[in-house]
Structure formats: C-alpha cells, structure tokens
C-alpha cells in the first residue's frame, strides 16, 4: 500500500502569516496537536501544539519557524515509510507531499494504525507464535515446513533483530487457534519458543459454543 492510497483531504493547512490563536483552534477543532504550513503555497513544515504554547496567541506562526519539523512523506512511497517517520517523530498526522513540495494531504496517525492492523493480518483469525533464533541459523523454508507438517500454514511473517542480544525474533500468524500441536513440533526441534498465543482463544470459543448449546437445550 502506498502513501497516497492513505491521503486525507479534510484536514486544513495553515499559513506562515496566520495568529497561532486560529492554529491552536483548528487543532482543537479536528482534534490533532499538528497541522502543516505552507510558505507562498509550498510545504514549510509542521507545527506542533506544545510549540505554539511557547508563543503570543495574537503572534503569526512565522514567529515559530525555526520550530518547524520538515517531516513529510512522498505519495509514491510505501506507507512502511509513512509509519516510520510518524512514529520517529511522534507526530498525530504526517503530510503528504509532491515533487514540487506542494501539499497534497495528510495521513491521520488513526488511518496508518488501520492499515498496519490490516497488512499484519489482525483481521484474520488465527494463532500467534513467537521464536527466537541466531541469525546465522534462520531458515524460512524449514519454519514453513514445520508449520504445514501440522496440517497449518503461515498467513504472516516478521522479524526483527534485538539490539541488546543480537537474538532475531520471529513472529508467526497461522491460520489455526489451536497451536499446541505446532508448538510441541518447534520445540522438538529445538526452537526457543519466546510466546504463544491462541489456545485460550480456542478455549474461549469452546466454551462459549457450550453455553450456546446449554441455553438452547433449555429452552
């Protein structure tokens, strides 16, 4: 999914020369601590909440440039991109920008939470299984083996490398609630299985079709 596919136009752009009292009710108003600015129609920067409590309501936002953050993502990049710099720079929403810095619209941080629920799967049911591993020994062809020797298969994938412990973690969706079967074939072959997380959902299910059946027995 690119950037673009997640731009909003409803927000409003604020000017260099516009009071920081119209700003901070905007921001009120649509419920955000940022906003951008433009310059002579161009992308200027984004102006954040606790900078303009720094500053005279009756002053013009010019007055607060330098604190200006000059994030901005480009339509054509992937919204991974988006969601990097929104995170790295604690931001509410993330311009959006064209070639010429022109402001094409902004990403809401509640919008890119959507669509990263959505790419890692959360939608979907299924269990979540979490190994760790050297990485000189990581092998996805033999994960994905294991898996599907258990009647199953990966519906997500993704890794990351501890900073403290140079450990990669692995972090498995499969298309079963019922992992334990999965689980016991990952450590029998030796995987350290950090968390798992799907039977007590499968309890809860059966548990909650027995009541099901109960009440209707009753009737």
Same mark, same amino acid.
């Given at each position: 999914?690119?950037?673009?596919?997640?731009?909003?136009?409803?927000?409003?752009?604020?000017?260099?020369?516009?009071?920081?009292?119209?700003? #901070?009710?905007?921001?009120?108003?649509?419920?955000?601590?940022?906003?951008?600015?433009?310059?002579?129609?161009?992308?200027?920067?984004?102006?954040?909440?606790?900078?303009?409590?720094?500053?005279?309501?009756?002053?013009?936002?010019?007055?607060?440039?330098?604190?200006?953050?000059?994030?901005?993502?480009?339509?054509?990049?992937?919204?991974?991109?988006?969601?990097?710099?929104?995170?790295?720079?604690?931001?509410?929403?993330?311009?959006?920008?064209?070639?010429?810095?022109? $402001?094409?619209?902004?990403?809401?941080?509640?919008?890119? #939470?959507?669509?990263?629920?959505?790419?890692?799967?959360?939608?979907?049911?299924?269990?979540?299984?979490? $190994?760790?591993?050297?990485?000189?020994?990581?092998?996805?062809?033999?994960?994905?083996?294991?898996?599907?020797?258990?009647?199953?298969?990966?519906?997500?994938?993704?890794?990351?490398?501890?900073?403290?412990?140079?450990?990669?973690?692995?972090?498995?969706?499969?298309?079963?609630?019922?992992?334990?079967?999965?689980?016991?074939?990952?450590?029998?072959?030796?995987?350290?299985?950090?968390?798992?997380?799907?039977?007590?959902?499968?309890?809860?299910? $059966?548990?909650?079709?027995?009541?099901?059946?109960?009440?209707? $027995?009753?009737?």
């Amino acid at each position: 999914m690119l950037a673009s596919q997640l731009i909003h136009t409803g927000f409003p752009a604020v000017n260099l020369f516009d009071k920081a009292s119209l700003v #901070l009710r905007l921001m009120d108003e649509y419920d955000v601590v940022h906003l951008p600015v433009l310059s002579e129609e161009k992308y200027a920067g984004i102006i954040s909440k606790d900078d303009l409590m720094d500053i005279d309501k009756t002053g013009l936002l010019a007055s607060a440039e330098r604190s200006f953050q000059k994030v901005a993502v480009k339509g054509e990049e992937h919204f991974l991109t988006a969601l990097k710099l929104m995170a790295q720079n604690d931001l509410s929403l993330l311009p959006v920008v064209n070639e010429q810095a022109e $402001l094409s619209g902004v990403i809401p941080a509640k919008d890119l #939470l959507r669509a990263m629920s959505a790419f890692v799967g959360n939608e979907e049911r299924g269990g979540i299984i979490v $190994l760790e591993a050297d990485k000189r020994n990581f092998s996805f062809g033999e994960i994905n083996r294991l898996v599907e020797t258990n009647d199953a298969w990966i519906t997500q994938l993704n890794t990351h490398t501890e900073s403290d412990t140079g450990l990669l973690v692995i972090t498995l969706k499969v298309n079963k609630i019922e992992i334990s079967d999965i689980i016991a074939t990952f450590q029998r072959y030796e995987y350290n299985v950090r968390f798992y997380f799907g039977q007590e959902e499968y309890a809860n299910e $059966l548990k909650e079709n027995y009541y099901h059946l109960i009440s209707y $027995l009753n009737m």
